[in-house]
């Protein structure tokens, strides 16, 4: 019994042994481990805090490129910025959004695009950027983060302007300042300097030559095979033309147009046609007029951040027809193309035609909107007439080819002549365009416009001619035939048009001289043999 309770109590007294030593080797773990453990903790928050640093550094400085345009607190208490804005008498769509809806709608999209810009998203950040621009063109916080946007894209020329403006509308605006000194680490001083300034016109110009309207009225399809000189020599004007025809030009509006011609799909630049190399989206008519001085989105790869919307409505004849009806027009006899669409064509035909072509235009823009200089490709004469607005005129004869260089290269309105020193050299035309007046150029002539005001439409259309006949046959022969690239037309409507260019033939010229034959072509005149006729009677084929 003893050794019994010696051996229990033993037992005890080493396990409390045990749980000492235990307890001793944690005290131990603590004191060593614990500091330790602080040391890399510290490390860690001063890591942290380093790291957090060095971000908000980042920050700071893109912030300092793009700064926000806005106050958040001025803006959440209903305090907009003082800043001009697009006039809402000027535009459909603008009516009916008042001044802070405009402010709002803008800021949208400007946060959106910087969001993206800041995550370094800045192709994406593009649309909604510029289209803040173009909302509210006067906020220069707007514009410097445009060009900063573009800026890190590499697209230091259209940056440059983004700065330049925001220092013109607020000449002391620093981080603008800073941003001009930075582009220009990445532009020659040529580039840089490049547009700047005043570019004025020195080559030859005068107010193109003009015509009475009722005498203009007075001639015949007669008079113009007689005297192709009338519509082939020179542009001709005619002041008040449409006035003195009796046209309802105010019957022609915005709204007007939109509601009864709306769902028809027009031919829509955002971003201008000053360029060649532009494309236009498709729309219908009513949604573009509509967006005429505000887009309301941001389109990718579209700069939209300018004024300068175009829209070109290529008409069908049911439309034409109808425009000519609403403000009670008719149309000089040299203008008219009924006395031979009637016997060629089909309503549907002509209309295809018109839209191949270009034929017959609607053209509606806002202030400062046009066309690059260039020559119509089908060689045909055309006419406009200004319905509202006014547009300038700049005409250069087809002898003047080798001083204008090629289509859209030289503003002949601001005209550089250091890059293209032949211009100044150049013999041309120049002219305003008021309501009511006509302009009408021959083929192959040189134009350039530009809408001085907002909105501007212009009646348009392009005519057969005893000067144009001919090489406008040609033109539509190769489209038809040949490797054209203005339009592909089906075989069935292609034979049509060549029973309007034997038609055309007999009408200018008597039906003497040559048809304009093509190999690889239907022959227009029945004893003409193409290069595989003769190619069949020979057993031979032409080289190519």
């Known amino acids: 019994m003893r050794n019994l309770i010696s051996r229990k109590w033993i037992a005890i007294h080493l396990a409390k042994s045990v749980m000492r030593s235990f307890l001793a080797f944690l005290l131990v773990l603590c004191l060593v481990v614990a500091p330790l453990v602080l040391v890399e903790a510290k490390r860690k928050r001063k890591e942290d805090a380093g790291d957090s640093e060095g971000r908000e550094e980042k920050l700071d400085v893109h912030k300092k490129l793009i700064p926000n345009a806005y106050d958040d607190a001025r803006n959440a208490a209903g305090v907009l910025p003082q800043h001009e804005i697009p006039d809402p008498k000027k535009n459909t769509l603008m009516k009916n959004m008042d001044q802070r809806a405009i402010a709002i709608k803008a800021k949208k999209l400007h946060d959106q695009g910087l969001e993206k810009a800041m995550a370094g998203q800045y ?21 410097n983060d445009l060009g900063v946007t573009e800026m890190r894209l590499g697209m230091y020329e259209k940056a440059k302007w983004r700065f330049l403006k925001a220092l013109e509308i607020q000449p002391g605006f620093d981080i603008a300042q800073d941003n001009i000194k930075e582009i220009r680490k990445f532009m020659s001083e040529e580039d840089f300097q490049s547009g700047q300034g005043k570019y004025p016109q020195k080559h030859f110009l005068e107010e193109p030559p003009e015509l ?29 033309a449409a006035q003195a025809w009796g046209w309802g030009l105010d019957k022609l509006t915005p709204e ?54 175009y829209i070109q409505w290529n ?11 609403d403000m009670d027009a008719q149309l000089p006899p040299v203008f008219e193309d009924l006395h031979w669409t009637s016997k060629c064509f089909s309503d549907q035909d002509v209309s295809t035609f018109n839209k191949n072509v270009h034929w017959k235009m609607m053209l509606i823009g806002e202030k400062e ?15 406009q007439v200004q319905i509202t607005g006014r547009k300038l005129w700049h005409i250069c004869s087809p002898s003047q080819d080798e001083f204008v260089y090629g289509a859209g290269q030289v503003n002949t309105f601001r005209p550089d002549y250091k890059r293209y020193p032949k211009m100044i050299n150049a013999s041309c035309y120049q002219t305003i365009s008021n309501p009511g007046d006509m ?34 046959a040609e033109k539509m022969r190769q489209q038809c035939y040949g490797k054209g690239n203005v339009f592909h037309a089906s075989p069935e409507h292609c034979a049509k048009v060549d029973q309007c260019i034997r038609d055309w033939h007999q009408l200018y010229e008597g039906g003497e001289g040559p048809l304009p034959e093509m190999d690889n072509a ?23």
């Open 369 to 383: 909107a046009g066309m690059f200089n260039h020559k119509d490709v089908m060689r045909m004469g055309s006419w």
């Open 212 to 240: 009475d309207p009722e005498y203009f009225m007075s001639l015949s399809i007669e008079d113009d095979v007689a005297s192709p000189g009338i519509l082939g020599d020179t542009p001709i004007c005619i002041r008040g």
């Open 123 to 143: 192709a994406e950040a593009l649309p909604g950027l510029r289209a803040a621009v173009r909302m509210w063109p006067t906020d220069t916080g707007f514009l």
């Open 439 to 472: 302009m009408y150029y021959p083929r192959d002539w040189w134009h350039q416009t530009r809408n001085l005001e907002t909105p501007s439409i212009a009646f348009s259309g392009s005519i057969i001619s005893r000067h144009s006949q001919k090489e406008f």
């Open 256 to 309: 007007h147009i939109a509601a009864k011609y709306g769902k028809l799909t027009a031919d829509y630049y955002p971003h201008n046609m000053k360029e060649e190399t532009v494309h236009p989206m498709f729309f219908p008519l009513k949604d573009a007029i509509e967006q005429l001085s505000m887009p309301l989105e941001g389109y990718m790869n579209l700069d939209t951040s300018d004024q300068g919307t």
């Open 315 to 325: 008409v069908d004849e049911a439309s034409w027809r109808g425009l000519l009806g």
């Open 522 to 544: 239907p022959p227009l005149d029945p004893k003409a043999k193409t290069a595989e006729t003769r190619g069949a009677a020979t057993g031979t084929h032409d080289e190519m």
